[in-house]
């Protein structure tokens, strides 16, 4: 059964949409339409909290957590699992229940799609324009049209690859008409209209046969007037005026031309993504990532914004700080060369407090028994003195060891990791000038946690072969 709501609003709808993605988008549901849905849908990736310092994923959201909120593929209102589409209705849902959890502090918006229905753009855009709490958009290789209009709603814009795809800031209609081959397979169409409906349907049916003027005017100029100026208004200050190909529908690479025409703020990986809602939800609106890509200057965040996972912890009670949070940090620190600093749990600093307190006490104990005239009397009790003070001074000991040991574990994974490789080493051509050479391996710019969503999408099921 083919969800006609989908098929509606995607080939029957006006779209602010790339044409390369709408192409692709019109073959793949083509090839989707002609098969009939079974119970292994393939779906698509639900909501889903992080460890504001880990970017591991959680059951349940914790204190300080960040939301994650995944739309890929076409820009449409209604879900459909069996073609992996989640709706804007849907992903408004799922922000809104962000915006209601004390625990979350603020969301991902992992924005991936070339662009869709014009109508679909509305419902999710109202709820963005109510929310309190930090949302960043990260796209990995395209963000145009429809999903531009929809990551203009958010704080920050952050782009994984420096090639991919930006803008095509426009709007469009494309229909087909069918009526010919119809008729060549022995349909006859009838087409009766009421004497005083002289004008109903005259714009579609003139721009089917050619003259698309009136459909222009009436429909698609006014869409698209409201959607540029949905975008200047909600980006402007950040855009380039001086370049009128923005608002004209063309495309532009990510780096340098996207971010040097203010459409998206840096190049940056899920993590980093993850780290701005952390700065943002803490009141740091100055915050901003090195958006540079070259082979001596890996993408990171500045130095007041290097400690993300120091960052994650802005604003969780001292109660809720688990263990694997303070190691984290610890590991910020080591990989930053910063010695003679080691971050501890207070719990941990109450029972070396509680040490040195029995060590003082023992010490004072001691002092008051060597005092006494009674040689043998004071023999054994100073034996007994010394021998708490020993205990007590072990056990003190015994939490600077630990903490020194595990700053230098941290130490040596850090030496151990070596140099990374980038993303896209270069090599040289016969005159000299650098060419991008491809390479499977992972780059070191692809955090955890971009290796956990893509962990989550691989679980999803595959369309099932006809």
Known sequence: MINELIVNEILLSPLCIEPHFAQA????HLLSFSQPKSSAAPGYIKSYTVNAATGKQQTAPQPGAVGIVVIEGAIVS??????????????AQELQAFEADP?????????????????????????????????????RTIL?????????????????????????????ASFSDMQPMFEKWGMKFNEYYASASVLKNKTYNDAKNGDGKALIEK?????????????????????????????????????PQAINLGLIDALG??????????????????????????????????????????????GVAAGSITAEQVDAVNKEVVEAKIDGATF???????????????NASALTALNAVLGKGNEKQTLAEAVTAVAALNLTATEATAEIVALKADRDQWKAKAVSYGAKPDAEPTGGKKDGTD?????????????EADAELDAIRAKMPKMPAK
Do not use: C
């Not at 988008?25 to 793949?28: D, G, K, N, R």
């Not at 991902?108 to 929310?131: C, F, R, T, W």
């Open 269 to 314: 990986n899920l993590s980093d993504a993850i780290a701005m809602v952390s700065a943002l939800a803490n009141g740091d609106t100055s915050s901003s990532i090195n958006s540079t890509h070259t082979k001596s200057n890996n993408p990171m965040w500045s130095i007041k914004n290097k400690f993300s996972a120091l960052a994650g912890l802005a």
């Open 103 to 139: 625990n979350i502090i603020g969301t991902v918006l992992v924005l991936e799609s070339g662009g869709g229905a014009v109508y679909a753009i509305k419902p999710i855009a109202d709820v963005m324009n109510q929310l309190t709490k930090p949302v960043v958009t990260y796209s």
């Open 144 to 172: 145009a049209s429809a999903a531009y209009r929809i990551a203009a709603n958010t704080d920050y814009i952050l782009m994984y690859h420096q090639h991919g795809i930006v803008g095509s800031l426009g709007t469009m």
């Open 25 to 28: 988008l019109a073959m793949s």
């Open 435 to 447: 060419v991008i050479e491809q390479t499977n391996a992972k780059p070191s710019f692809y955090s």
């Open 78 to 91: 209604a879900s459909d699992p069996w073609y992996g589409l989640k709706g804007t209705l849907e992903a």
């Open 219 to 255: 429909v698609l100029n006014p869409m698209n007037d409201q959607f540029i100026g949905d975008i200047k208004s909600l980006r402007g200050d950040k855009l380039d005026a001086k370049t009128p190909a923005i608002y004209q529908g063309e495309t532009f690479m990510a780096s």
């Open 344 to 358: 501890v749990l207070d719990s941990e600093l109450q029972t070396a407090d509680e040490a040195v307190s029995a």
